[in-house]
């Protein structure tokens, strides 16, 4: 977050330059990577600096970008490892039911009776299903399936997801 306090979604990262006429390459770390390359401004580092994009491709995985007054490789490659953001209110609308992994970490889990069992620490990508890893208070970590017959409901305004455990879960 910038200091005009203003919420952005982490959509890529620059991983070094391409070519030697300004180029980047960028790892998309979105599922919409058609619509991180219409953006017209892309906000860079833990400031947020706004770089007016010339021009955006994707390539192999890869999106090519191209930003204003930034014509040759040397003078983009002090952008490696800058995480690009655009403002959230520009982020995709999800479908009821679909979370930013950013609205998930740091929710805090309770089962269907109240029981406390820790806080989401991190979201883990496995390919048929994210996993929660739940940090108990005492430090231990609980792996939890994001599917329906686990995580049971979401609330976002009272910061909790209840889940229903599956038999053994917990004594893993």
């Known amino acids: 977050m910038s200091a005009d306090n203003q919420h952005y979604l982490v959509v890529g990262e620059v991983l070094k330059p391409w070519g030697y006429r300004g180029e980047v390459k960028i790892k998309i770390l979105t599922d919409y990577p058609n619509r991180l390359i219409k953006h017209k401004t892309l906000y860079l580092g ?27 490789d040397t003078s983009v490659a002090k952008l490696r490892g800058e995480l ?17 992994h950013h609205e998930i970490i740091g929710l805090n889990v309770v089962t269907p009776a109240d029981e406390s069992l820790g806080v989401v620490a991190e979201i883990l990508e496995t390919g048929a299903n994210d996993v929660y890893l739940v940090r108990t208070p005492q430090g231990k970590e609980i792996l939890l ?10 609330d976002l305004d009272a910061k909790t997801m209840t889940v229903e455990l599956l038999p053994g879960l917990v004594d893993l």
């Open 145 to 154: 399936p994001a599917i329906q017959s686990v995580v049971k409901k979401i």
């Open 84 to 100: 690009i953001q655009i403002p959230m209110e520009e982020a995709a609308k999800l479908k009821r039911g679909q979370y930013y």
């Open 46 to 72: 833990p400031q947020a600096r706004a770089y007016q994009v010339e021009r955006a491709r994707l390539h192999s995985g890869y999106a090519l970008l191209k930003f204003v007054g930034l014509d040759t």
